[in-house]
C-alpha cells in the first residue's frame, strides 16, 4: 500500500511539471527591441513577432532573469553555445532566444552588455511568457520543433553545466 502511494505521488509530481503539462510549446508573442541583425536572425520582419514567426527548425529558448546569479554564472556557457551552433553552421536551422523574466528593456540591453550576449534577448517584463510556460526557475532552457507545431523536445530547469546534453538534443531532432 505504501509503495503504490508513493508511486501516486511521483506520478502527480511527473504530471505536475511544467515539460509533461504541455507538449506543445506556447506560440509566445514577443515584443522586444531587436536590431535589425537580430530580426534577420529570427528571420522576422518586426520587432513585435510570435514564436512560429521564427525561420528555423529548431528554437532554443532561455528564460533567465538578469539578477539570476545561476544565469549570470552560466551565460558564458549559453554564449559557447550559441558559438558552437555557428561553428557546426546549424544557426540557420537552430535558433536561440533569451526571454528576460521580469526584466525590463533597459535590464535585457544591461544582461546583454554584461554578459556579451550574442542572441536575441527579450524583455518580459509582466511575467506573461514566464507564466505561459510554467513559472519555471531560472534559467530554463526548452527545445521547441518549429516543424512539428512547436513540439517541445527538450527541457532542462537550473544550470547549464555543459552543453552536450542540450547539442545532443539537437543533433538527434535535426536527424528526424
Known amino acids: 500500500m505504501k509503495k503504490r502511494g508513493v508511486f501516486i505521488v511521483a506520478c502527480i509530481l511527473l504530471c505536475a511539471s511544467p515539460v509533461f503539462a504541455a507538449a506543445v510549446f506556447p506560440d ?24 512560429s514567426d521564427i525561420s528555423a527548425e529548431l528554437v532554443l529558448i532561455e528564460v533567465y532573469s538578469m539578477y539570476c546569479p545561476i544565469c549570470q554564472r552560466d551565460a558564458p556557457l549559453v554564449n559557447t553555445l550559441y558559438a ?14 533569451g526571454i528576460g523574466a521580469g526584466n525590463s528593456a533597459y535590464e535585457v540591453e544591461f544582461y546583454r552588455k554584461k554578459f556579451s550576449v550574442s542572441f536575441p534577448l527579450v524583455p518580459d517584463v509582466q511575467y506573461v511568457h514566464h507564466k505561459a510556460v510554467g513559472e519555471v526557475g531560472t534559467p530554463s532552457f526548452y527545445l521547441v520543433d518549429l516543424r512539428q507545431g512547436r513540439r517541445l523536445l527538450f527541457f532542462q530547469e537550473g544550470e547549464l553545466k555543459e552543453t552536450d546534453g542540450v547539442l545532443k538534443a539537437i543533433m538527434e531532432a535535426l536527424e528526424q
Do not use: C, I, P, W
Open 28 to 51: 509566445l508573442a514577443m515584443t522586444g527591441q531587436l536590431t535589425s541583425a537580430h530580426r534577420q536572425y529570427l528571420g522576422v520582419a518586426a520587432n513585435d513577432f510570435s514564436l
Open 84 to 97: 558552437t551552433l555557428a561553428e557546426k553552421k546549424l544557426d540557420s536551422r537552430v535558433k536561440m532566444l
